[in-house]
């Protein structure tokens, strides 16, 4: 950070992905916005620069801070576009249709992830059509229309189960679990929840696990075993806590469906 911004900036873009996963929020944004404060207004656009500001919102995305995350993304967006990145102009895209999603800012989400999802299609990526793929079926869900958001998922996991994406396979059954229960197939639901828990324990996705973990607890409060519910539910948000990640806004309505949003943590 002293004698080479660039050099810093580099290690920051390819570190907040690790940041993200092993739950490291606090110290991976403030890390990065350490950086990008030296960055001058006037700097020519830069991959480096696009890449951290992609990261530094990310992690405030995660920490619940929507505006400073909205800021950075935007700006990333703009670089990006500056730059002539396709790829990246969809990835920019994606990240403001999964953060205005999570603001229930449902036409704004809708329209950014459906731009994203015709430059995927353009420019070949399984992968990004696969993320924008299962916000757009969260997007259904959380609107409350189930049967849209099967789909979306179905064909979203498949492409993940082909990348090897584990930790994006996790993320699409949690949804799919979410989905399964909603339409009454509790089976389903326990199975896709179970593998989401799995997978992130072995790829070591403490914020997955969180969330898996409460999709187990949904399932059992909704079969009747409210002990075990209110243990998952516990345990999930003892980790969102650990690491600074707390649930968004329709996940805490999710939970407050089958009474598990108001849970006194141990200590």
Do not use: M
């Amino acid at each position: 950070v002293q004698d080479d911004v660039d050099r810093a900036l580099q290690l920051g873009a390819a570190l907040w992905g690790f940041w993200l996963r092993r739950g490291h929020l606090h110290e991976g944004r403030a890390q990065l916005e350490r950086l990008l404060v030296l960055v001058p207004r006037d700097a020519r656009p830069s991959p480096l620069w696009a890449h951290a500001c992609t990261g530094a919102g990310t992690l405030a995305a995660e920490q619940g801070d929507y505006a400073a995350a909205r800021e950075r993304f935007f700006k990333s967006l703009e670089l990006w576009q500056a730059l002539g990145d396709r790829r990246r102009v969809g990835g920019a895209l994606l990240n403001l249709g999964t953060l205005a999603r999570r603001q229930a800012d449902y036409f704004a989400a809708r329209e950014f992830l459906e731009r994203s999802l015709e430059i995927w299609s353009e420019v070949g990526s399984p992968q990004g059509t696969a993320t924008t793929l299962t916000n757009l079926g969260v997007l259904a869900l959380e609107q409350g229309d189930p049967a849209a958001a099967r789909p979306h998922l179905e064909r979203s996991l498949t492409i993940k189960r082909g990348l090897g994406d584990k930790k994006g396979t996790a993320t699409t059954l949690v949804n799919l679990s979410d989905v399964a229960l909603d339409l009454g197939d509790l089976p389903e639901a326990r199975r896709s929840a179970d593998e989401a828990v799995a997978l992130c324990r072995e790829v070591g996705d403490r914020r997955g696990l969180a969330e898996a973990l409460e999709a187990c607890a949904c399932h059992a409060a909704a079969t009747g075993d409210a002990e075990s519910a209110r243990t998952l539910a516990r345990d999930a948000a003892t980790l969102r806590e650990e690491i600074g990640a707390p649930a968004p806004p329709a996940q805490v309505a999710r939970l407050a469906r089958f009474g598990l949003d108001r849970l006194e943590l141990p200590g």
